[in-house]
């Protein structure tokens, strides 16, 4: 369809984030990527779903692999939205979504408890309420956007400016991966797995969807010029972070559970409480979501640096590195694989594409680390 996302006057995009984020958390990049959502001042985040599997909110007996976790229980990710909230002063709404799958691809879910159907529920009134289209985030299973898109499918084709889903493999022809693992996972990677009913309706739909997969035939952790995986070497760069944010930071990748989980903020965390996940390498999968909708470029300067800058920043003298979308026909299978062609022709349907992995991910690691060291919290309440 080449829709575009329609700003508002303020020239913020609005955004709804629809998140597996828990607490303590189960992978601490969901814990980081929110982070983007309140910090480019860009975007205009309307609200937050938080997308759940009620097998990893408590250890399982005998479980498949899949729900196999060790570190359960946890439980939706409420304290750290709450604490983000806090950081930035702002009160951007949030809503737990359901926690079982769908049993089919048409399924409405209306017969789930009230509280997991707030999810939906808030994802649509902040659809009805939008004056312009709004883009929607994918970061876990598609659950919540295909259960809404089956209760009020006009709507969401009216004020649906791109679903952005970070989900899936990049295999062109539906190859299998060369990890027995993740071969054994429905639909062959994490966020498919979650919920296959839920990426196969989303993507048998019309409407707009934007796919950036995970993984590639060689694993999740590995280098396509489809897929958006890269990694920090490390994140010691947490240290000269804003103290607030910093904190945040500390607070969510040492697993911490104290009750003054906003007042703590306002002190000063240890960072040696974090000392194992910031010292070792930290995968990355949703900064090119980031990216595209906020319309920043990721660059390189003349004197060889590189940089994340604005979308009305000149470029010239610099060398944009490839973060984008290209129109493709999809095609998907009732296992929730998929394969892709790009295609001239107009489409609903686009996928992530990047040149050089290996550039990307320096150019990543520099331009980022910049990145969250410019972020800035609200100012602190006085003690």
Known sequence: MGLTTAKPPSGRVPIIDVTDLYHPFQDPGDNLDLVYGFAFPEVDLRAVILDVTDAFRRPVANAPFLWHDP??????????VTQLNYVFDRQVPYAVSPFTAMRTADDRMLDIPSFQQAGIRLLLDTLEASEQPVEILSFGSTRTIAVAFNRNPELMRRKVARIHISAGTAAPHFEPSKSPAENEEPGGEWNVALDPWAFIRLLQSDLPIALYPCSTQDGAHAYGTNNTYWNFKDLNFFSRL???LRNYGIYALARMNRPDFLACLDGEL?????????THPHHVWETAVWLNVTRRKLIRRANSEYAIVPAEESTAGSRVIRNS?????????????????????????SIFQRDDPAEYEAASREAFTALWLSFRAAKAEPA
């Not at 570190?71 to 750290?80: M, Q, S």
């Not at 979308?325 to 694989?337: A, E, F, K, M």
């Open 270 to 278: 240890p960072i040696e409480a974090a000392s194992d996940r910031l």
């Open 242 to 244: 804003d103290r607030r």
């Open 325 to 349: 979308l290209i129109p493709c026909d999809v095609h998907v299978r009732d296992d929730g694989r998929f394969s892709f062609e790009p295609t001239g022709s107009r489409s609903n349907f």
């Open 71 to 80: 570190n359960g229980p946890r439980e939706p990710g409420i304290v750290p």
